[in-house]
């Protein structure tokens, strides 16, 4: 039987990068679905196709960092006296949460905007601002806890 204690606030804070990372990912999938029914998913872009793997490494990096944060607040949780529960890295989490909270919110403008938006993309990135939201708040609570 262990009797370590466990970082709740640790646990909430990679439950909800958790959250986020399934609800993007869907954003994701949810994009590509109308393929499976023969409709394009192609969109007419600026971009010149040199380009391209620049945005994809972006891309990549974009949904690694909340897996790094995860694993980080996981480590946090299974370790509350180590390395990954210290202020410092509590704070990281805060702001990094902010940080991608306000990505979010910007894609979420953008995506109300666009006129052939859809609004099952539209309720999606809704749902996933709100727990960025959460998770700032758990990250502000973590940290100065």
Known sequence: MCNKIVDSAALRVAGLWGAWLLLMLFHVELGLMPLFHGVSVEIKSQVAASRLPRIFLAMLLYFLIPVIAMLLALHAVSE???WSNTIPWRQAQFLLSVLYSLTNLAHLVADIRIPD???????????LTLVGVFLNLETWLWWQG
């Open 80 to 82: 509350p006296a180590g």
């Open 117 to 127: 938006s859809r609004s099952d993309q539209v309720v999606l990135m809704l749902v």
